[in-house]
């Protein structure tokens, strides 16, 4: 449990169809150390405007999310919804305005239904309890399951735990991700701190996944820290906390890639051997967007001049002659040499497993990079056709 913090979600009636969960509320006892990034899309929905505006304190006490609406294109409207909104979740909580994020994913163009919202909003006080679960589930849309990640660390004889909630399902690529997520610790830690080690941690994380390449209007990921553990998290032991941070995040991004649309796989791209970390970077992220890499992965088939390829127009220096790729512990290309019929073999057993790791090595330098990654199916273009239906 994490100390100073409660959740709620209910169904409010946003989404139409079977009752679904779909407004959901964070709530610290006093406002926390926050820090948050945003999407990187010059589109951006109100509640995104809005959100930049309120971090720059850097102290937040609740979070409103809503689900099935995204608040975006719908102009000034939009944001004198978002900021009635938050108004209406102060006043139920009894904080200020300025202490309130507010968060929406969903269908974009609608406005919001401000009489559900403003039916529901007081009904998410009496429904707090210390599980997240509840929260999960009223901000998931195309997502097949809640994601919730714990983590805890003793730091200075103390125990400080940390738990992570996001959606993510489709419109999912690196430069912030897509998704909303949110990360709650008990330790006490400055805001301008927090910002430092919650970008590294999305570099690592968030910034490191794929499951269609594309980047949302909504994308939010918000850290709150409540301090209520008694760690105070300073230059000595940030890495220990760091590490946490780090963990919690990977493993929301994993999941988030697990979930994609009509995902059957988890697959992470591992290049190293680059010259510069830019050309790792470069390199992972083509293969990792390759749409006919994801689909020879759905069809199970250890296509592996497509992963050359793609790694080949990067823009990432390579030399043909030089790569090695490996699927799992099995090398199908060395020193650009196909290595014949039993290596492939062995490879496409590899390709029938949940989980594939590929590590192409252009051995010419010091550095590498990895993204996570999953497969394309027909599934994904039956959600994608149907999502406004």
């Known amino acids: 449990m994490i100390k100073g913090f409660s959740f709620a979600g209910i169904a409010a009636g946003i989404k139409k169809k079977n009752g679904k969960k779909d407004l959901g509320v964070i709530v610290c006892d006093e406002p926390a150390s926050a820090a948050a990034l945003f999407t990187k899309n010059q589109v951006k929905a109100a509640p995104v405007l809005l959100g930049q505006k309120v971090i720059q304190k850097g102290k937040i006490q609740a979070v409103l999310a809503n689900s099935g609406n995204a608040n975006c294109y719908t102009g000034e409207q939009g944001i004198l919804d978002a900021a009635r909104c938050a108004r209406l979740t102060a006043s139920v909580l009894n904080t200020s305005e300025d202490m309130v994020m507010v968060s929406s994913t969903g269908v974009i163009g609608a406005p919001l239904p401000m009489d559900i919202f403003e039916a529901a909003i007081p009904k998410l006080k009496d429904n707090l309890s210390p599980s997240p679960d509840d929260f999960a589930a009223a901000i998931m849309t195309t997502d097949t399951v809640p994601k919730v990640v714990n983590g805890q660390v003793e730091i200075d004889g103390n125990v400080v735990s940390m738990t992570g909630i996001a959606k993510g399902s489709g419109m999912i690529r690196p430069d912030m991700a897509t998704m909303l997520a949110y990360v709650c610790t008990d330790a006490g830690i400055s805001a301008d701190r927090l910002k430092s080690c919650l970008v590294r941690a999305n570099e690592q994380s968030f910034n490191r996944i794929t499951v269609d390449g594309d980047t949302s209007t909504n994308d939010t990921l918000l850290c709150l820290a409540s301090g209520k553990s008694g760690a105070v998290i300073t230059a000595d032991n940030q890495a220990v906390f760091q590490q946490l941070l780090d963990q919690v995040c990977q493993e929301l991004a994993k999941w988030m890639v697990r979930d994609g649309e009509g995902a059957t796989k988890l697959v992470q791209i591992l290049v190293k051997g680059a010259l510069t970390k830019e050309d790792a970077f470069k390199a992972a992220e083509a293969i990792a967007h390759s749409n ?24 990432a220096k390579v030399d043909q002659d030089l790569m090695d790729l490996y699927f799992g512990d099995t090398a199908l290309v060395i020193k650009g040499k196909w290595q014949g019929l039993d290596a492939e073999k062995e490879a496409a057993v590899i390709m029938k497993g949940d989980e594939i790791n590929l590590v192409l090595d252009l051995n010419l330098g010091p550095e590498s990079d990895a993204f996570w990654f999953c497969d394309f199916s027909k599934e994904y273009v039956s959600i994608n056709a149907d999502y406004r239906s």
């Open 292 to 315: 006919l890499v994801k689909t020879a992965i759905n069809g199970e088939d250890p296509n592996w001049g497509r992963i050359t390829a793609a790694a080949g127009r990067s823009g």
